[in-house]
Structure formats: C-alpha cells, structure tokens
C-alpha cells in the first residue's frame, strides 16, 4: 500500500465551484505539504504544517486554504476555482527527525478547472 | 533567496549514451542537495542526496557530486536506459534560511529512445 495517498487522482470542475483535496499518509511523519506543479515551473510551495495545530502560508497561497485534521491527514480546499488554478497538485510528508527534510510525494491530483 | 537553476529541456538521448544534466543552486546557509526523479503519471521520489561538500549521492547507476566551490550539484549517468525516461528535480533544503522548507528546479525532461 502506497506510504501517501491522494484523492481524488483526477478531477474536472467549472470555475466558481468549492473543490477539496485530500491527503493521508500511513508514515508517522509530522510535517506535510501542498505543492502544485506547472509545465516549466517546477513545485511551487502552497501551504504546509509542521504538525496539527501549526499551519503556514507558502509562495503561492492566495485562492487556496487548508485544514490538518489529524496528524495523518491534510487537506487542501479552493474556495471558488479559477481556470488557472488548473495544475497537477502534490501532496508530500517528512520527518523533522531526518535532518535534510527529505520529502516523500503522493501521487498527485490532476485538476482541470473549466 | 536561496534558488536552484537547471539546464532546460528537453532532453532526448539513444539508448547506452552518457547523461548529464546540469544543476546550480544559490544559498546562504549549508545546503543540503537532491535529485528527485518524476516517471510518467506518477509523483516525484528521491533519486539521491547529498548533505555537505565534496559528498557524492548515488543510486541505479546515477551520481552527482555536491560542489561548493561551483555551487552545482550535476546528475550524471554513464549508460541511460530507456526506463530512465522521466522529469529530473533538483532541489535544495536549507535548514538556516529557508526553515526546513524545500526549493526545487524547473524539472529536466529526458526521453530516451532505443
């Protein structure tokens, strides 16, 4: 069984609509993170947390908000999506106990936003 | 900031050639250094790391070596295979400036054809 795991792995909405994306993950790691990933952009940093009651803003937090339910589980939400919030969205964990932040990835959720 | 800058692609090699895909990165505390590797429809896993100067990753046959005197961190691999097809991350985790966060590179498509 995959280590994290995203749903839904694709997703077609129309702009305007509330979209929410989850993560879970079966590693015991206490940080997670959202990026999303655009051609020739590489992964661009939108939220992460350190544990359940710390959340923090990354470079590209506008239009986006997240909830950490659990230390297992963190969502992210589009209040009301763009059509260029259409990107490939990766959830990733570490562990603060190994020191580099090595990151561990999800398989992504690919969102078209019409 | 701390950045990371790669060669763009993409990169189309035979089967059995010599790969190298440059990478330099912009720091100001003791980077630690990675190479993540993206295969088609999946999420991003490291390849191999490096945490101080002069240390050499390694894995499946790739290698890079972490040069402060350059700031570059080169992936290179002597006989690329056709399994070797994917998107190459370099990226940079820097516990001094950058709070743990990590900062990745544009990606470097490689296609490899028999």
């Known amino acids: 069984d995959a280590d994290v795991t995203q749903t839904p792995r694709n997703r077609i909405t129309k702009t305007g609509k509330r979209i929410m994306l989850e993560c879970s993950q079966t590693k015991g790691h206490d940080r997670m993170y959202w990026y999303r990933q655009d051609p020739g952009l590489g992964l661009r940093l939108i939220y992460y947390?350190?544990?359940?009651?710390?959340?923090n803003k990354g470079e590209i937090s506008d239009g986006y908000s997240v909830s950490r339910q659990a230390q297992a589980k963190f969502s992210l939400s589009l209040e009301s999506a763009i059509p260029n919030q259409t990107a490939l969205y990766f959830c990733?964990?570490?562990?603060?106990?190994?020191?580099?932040?090595?990151?561990?990835f999800g398989p992504g959720t690919r969102l078209t936003v019409l | 900031g701390d950045s990371v800058t790669q060669m763009e692609g993409p990169v189309t090699l035979s089967e059995e050639a010599f790969l190298t895909i440059n990478c330099t990165y912009t720091?100001?505390?003791?980077?630690?250094l990675f190479w993540y590797v993206q295969y088609p429809g999946e999420g991003l896993q490291l390849l191999l790391k490096?945490?101080?100067?002069?240390d050499k990753g390694s894995n499946k046959g790739f290698e890079a070596t972490y040069r402060k005197e350059t700031t570059s961190f080169h992936l290179e691999k002597g006989s690329v295979q056709v399994s070797d097809s994917a998107v190459y991350f370099c990226?940079?985790?820097?516990?001094?400036?950058?709070?743990?966060?990590?900062?990745f590179g544009p990606g470097t498509s490689l296609s490899v054809i028999p």
């Open positions: 990733a964990t570490s562990d603060r106990l190994i020191l580099d932040n090595e990151q561990f």
């Open positions: 990226a940079l985790s820097d516990r001094l400036t950058s709070y743990d966060k990590v900062i």
């Open positions: 490096a945490t101080k100067a002069d």
């Open positions: 947390s350190f544990d359940v009651k710390d959340i």
């Open positions: 720091a100001t505390g003791y980077p630690s």
